[in-house]
């Protein structure tokens, strides 16, 4: 019963990854129903929120992101995703999703490593 992160990966500045999330066992259902959120933890710094969709499909950004970062959900697939474009640096960390605001267990996440 878990929410599960992959995608993540070693990139150039102005490179892009594509996140993916999915949720397994009792909670499959959990992505459709709820809003979701994305949230990264940076090394030595607090996890902080990144974006999040409603479940009706409305987006919203921290400051940071906007406009490089898309959050994105197929529901048949109870899959959310996050496309980051233009990664920076400063968007090294590990990746996780969870609701907004987050209620479950949090999972392994999804390394994102960028070099300048």
């Known amino acids: 019963v878990q929410l599960v992160e992959s995608g993540g990966g070693s990139v150039q500045a102005g490179g892009s990854l594509r996140l993916s999330c999915a949720a397994s066992g009792s909670i499959l259902n959990i992505i459709n129903i709820n809003t979701m959120g994305w949230y990264r933890q940076a090394p030595g710094k607090q996890r902080e929120w990144v974006a999040r969709?409603?479940?009706?499909?409305?987006?919203v950004y921290a400051d940071s992101v906007k406009g490089r970062f898309t959050v994105s959900r197929d529901n048949a697939k109870n899959t959310v995703y996050l496309q980051m474009n233009s990664l920076k640096p400063e968007d090294t960390a590990v990746y996780y999703c969870?609701?907004?605001?987050?209620?479950?267990?949090w999972g392994q996440g999804t390394q994102v490593t960028v070099s300048s």
């Open positions: 969709i409603t479940s009706g499909g409305s987006t």
């Open positions: 969870n609701t907004f605001p987050s209620t479950l267990g």
